[in-house]
């Protein structure tokens, strides 16, 4: 536009001084109205071009539209938008393009060779129904020959299309408007003068040149080839008027298209391109072209695309087979076996469905989680239906073990109401997952609220407080060992195990070791399982675990809360690791006020936390028949029976043994018993 409007000013005024005016404008404005580019060769040009299909850039330096493979298509179009259009007092027309590029097709010896390839300008440089064989890779059977594809190209072609398209010859040049049969046609050649046509045969292996112009002004295309020795020719191959107007749209993408087929393959290279709108393209820097590789042999071990394609459609049909079998076989399962049903498994109904315990867990979110540890995970939800906060704790260890714990839990648990017992409310078994749902405890657990925040001077709880949660525990345990149809040793009683609910009311929790037997009956000797620091010594040796074994635990789990101090403390004084042996010493020193929890300040009765230290040494004694039932140790925490005078000679007795420390570590056989020790809030 400007070209020809400085022509006009010019001719107008005829003056030197607005021609340099007008000039100076031109360089100026002509940036952001022509485009120019050129690729002497495509180092670093990926990021420039827009690849379709099995185009590639190799080696660094030349574009590959196709390698040669049966039934592949290459597209390679300069990324950024070309404006094709420009506006002449009111009219609008397509500007003047001109491209000159080197391209080069190598056929395997003995090969028919490939189909050819197209420089083509196109309004995206996507082109989805392109198709490879003879439609190029330009167009492909569903679009080719419609108005609306808006697509120019010129058709190097190397082979003839018999049946699809009316052409030339196998070695032609054509121009293409949204259709592969071309306007027009002829065999590829070059006029060395006016009058005589020399053939080139466009698949000949070398590199051969090739030059489009469009006048804008007079609306003629015009297409030249020449073999690299020959400069360009003075007179086209093509030349023909034409108004792209109707095939342009305003921006338009340029760049190159080719195809191989079933019979028909070759590497299809462009070694160089240089473009430009609004003046003739830029030279090719004939000396620095990149080489192509040599043809021989060259893939000569590649599996055709079609055999690829074959191969995956294959593979794709049999996975497709296994897995509708496998839904089809699992479906049957759910139909029959629903969920895989264990006998224990019948008599209990609380089981839930996993979806429920996946949303109400938010899929085992972590900021759902409460706590970890070697059994698997505790998460608060929210069940879907009732909106009732839970908490869930999901094993995923699926050991014989760890499944036995599981089932025990929910079969001891599901059937127990007491205030002072955690309560069950569901279960659910997917797989590896063993998911058991509790109550929330929103107050975390006993072990937290004494030592969480042993870094305070104050303690958190009062000496009230501490002594209800004591009663609450034993009322609890009370309700096991012989309040309920059976017999339940629960084999794990500790303060991480008592958890705290709303006013602090204490719960036993975690069952995994409990083991039911009837009254009356003697229980059987199993694997030394619980917790060092609670464990009697019967059980720590012989693995006899009895309601005693029960109550020797509660008087360790008494001393620790009248102490604030765990069973045993590593980093303490030597005399003071082992909590028992330490208070026992201190006793028997009448030094008893030394093992006070010192964060109790002096807000406490000395005679409630005298007695119940008392009681804890009581309930340690290391003989199991001395020891007093759980009923008993009711009526002394309540008051309603004092501790007996002969009480310090039964103390005697106390085995040394026990009262070596002990690493403070889990014995909970090697499964990883399940604890509830993290079933806390805000650990
Ligand atoms: C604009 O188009 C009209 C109709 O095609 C033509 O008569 C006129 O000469 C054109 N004007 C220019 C400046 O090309
Ligand atoms: C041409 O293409 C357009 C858009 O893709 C489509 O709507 C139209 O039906 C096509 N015409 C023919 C004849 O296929
Ligand atoms: C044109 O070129 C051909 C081949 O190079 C040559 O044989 C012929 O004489 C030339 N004709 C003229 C008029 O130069
Ligand atoms: C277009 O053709 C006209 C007439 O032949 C010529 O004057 C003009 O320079 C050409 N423009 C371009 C950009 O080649
Ligand atoms: C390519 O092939 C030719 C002849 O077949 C041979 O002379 C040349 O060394 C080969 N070049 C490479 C890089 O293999
Ligand atoms: C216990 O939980 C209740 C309810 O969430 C809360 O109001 C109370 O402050 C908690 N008490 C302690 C000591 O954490
Ligand atoms: C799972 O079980 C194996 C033995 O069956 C045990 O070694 C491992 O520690 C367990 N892992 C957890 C997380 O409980």
Not at 330 to 350: C, G, K, Q, S, V
């Amino acid at each position: 536009m400007i070209l020809e409007n400085i022509k006009v000013l010019h001719g107008k005024m005829g003056s030197r001084v607005i021609h340099i005016q007008i000039t100076l404008l031109l360089c100026y404005l002509l940036p952001c109205l022509a485009e120019d580019f050129i690729f002497n060769g495509f180092q670093q040009a990926a990021e420039s071009l827009t690849l379709g299909g099995v185009a590639k850039i190799i080696d660094g330096d030349k574009l590959e539209l196709t390698d040669n493979s049966n039934f592949v298509m290459g597209q390679a179009f300069f990324s950024s938008p070309i404006p094709m259009m420009r506006n002449q007092k009111g009219n609008t027309t397509v500007v003047s393009f001109s491209t000159c590029f080197i391209f080069q097709i190598i056929t395997e010896e003995g090969s028919n060779g490939g189909q050819g390839l197209t420089f083509a300008i196109a309004p995206s440089g996507k082109l989805p129904d392109a198709y490879f064989g003879q439609y190029l890779g330009l167009l492909g059977p569903t679009n080719n020959g419609n108005f609306s594809n808006h697509v120019f190209a010129v058709e190097f072609d190397t082979a003839m299309a018999k049946d699809k398209f009316i052409e030339t010859n196998g070695n032609h040049v054509g121009i293409d408007i949204n259709d592969l049969n071309s306007i027009i046609s002829t065999t590829a050649g070059y006029y060395a003068n006016e009058s005589s046509k020399t053939n080139l045969l466009l698949e000949n292996g070398q590199p051969i040149q090739a030059w489009i112009d469009y006048n804008g002004t007079v609306k003629v295309i015009s297409v030249t080839i020449a073999p690299l020795s020959v400069p360009k020719p003075f007179k086209p191959l093509i030349s023909i008027a034409m108004d792209l107007m109707p095939i342009f749209e305003e921006e338009m993408h340029v760049g190159f298209t080719s195809s191989t087929s079933k019979h028909r393959a070759s590497s299809h290279y462009i070694l160089a391109w240089s473009f430009r709108t609004g003046g003739a393209a830029k030279s090719i820097d004939l000396s620095s072209l990149p080489k192509v590789p040599n043809s021989s042999s060259r893939r000569s071990g590649h599996i055709t695309t079609k055999i690829k394609v074959l191969i995956i459609s294959t593979i794709a049909a049999f996975a497709f087979i296994i897995i509708l079998v496998g839904v089809l076989l699992y479906a049957w399962r759910r139909t029959r076996f629903p969920d895989e049903i264990e006998d224990w498994e019948l008599n209990h109904p609380h089981r839930i469905e996993y979806k429920d315990i996946y949303k109400a867990t938010k899929g085992f979110s972590k900021t759902e989680l409460l706590g970890s540890g070697g059994f698997g995970h505790v998460y608060k939800g929210i069940m879907p239906r009732t909106e009732e906060v839970v908490a869930i704790k999901r094993t995923s260890n699926n050991t014989r073990q760890g499944m036995r714990e599981f089932a025990s839990e929910i079969l001891n648990l599901g059937r127990m109401r007491h205030r002072n017992l955690v309560e069950l409310r569901g279960w659910c078994k997917q797989n590896e997952d063993l998911i058991i749902v509790y109550e929330f405890m929103p107050n975390g657990s006993l072990d937290t609220l004494l030592f969480n925040h042993r870094n305070s001077n104050r303690a958190i709880t009062s000496w009230h407080q501490r002594l209800t949660i004591l009663k609450g525990v034993a009322s609890g345990l009370l309700y096991l060992h012989e309040e309920w149809e059976k017999v339940v040793v629960h084999r794990d009683i500790k303060s991480s195990n008592v958890l705290l609910g709303t006013d602090l009311i204490p719960k036993l929790g975690d069952f995994g070791l409990a083991r039911p037997y009837n009254h009356g009956e003697n229980p059987q000797t199993t694997s030394a399982a619980g917790t060092r620091g609670y464990m009697a010594p019967e059980l720590l040796h012989m693995g006899k675990a009895t309601t005693s074994s029960d109550v020797f635990a509660f008087g360790v789990l008494l001393l620790e809360v009248a102490c604030g101090r765990r069973p045993i403390e590593l980093s303490a004084p030597e005399n003071e690791v082992s909590l028992v042996k330490w208070v026992k010493e201190c006793f028997l020193s009448s030094e008893l006020r030394k093992v006070v929890d010192p964060r109790l300040g002096d807000e406490y009765d000395y005679q409630e936390v005298e007695m119940v230290l008392k009681l804890g040494l009581v309930c340690c004694q290391s003989r199991p028949e001395v020891r007093p039932r759980i009923r008993e140790v009711i009526q002394y925490l309540d008051g309603s029976q004092q501790l007996v005078d002969d009480f310090p000679l039964l103390l005697q007795d106390v085995n040394q043994d026990l009262l070596e420390p002990q690493p403070a570590k889990s014995v909970h056989s090697s499964h990883g018993s399940v604890s509830m020790t993290s079933l806390q809030v805000g650990r």
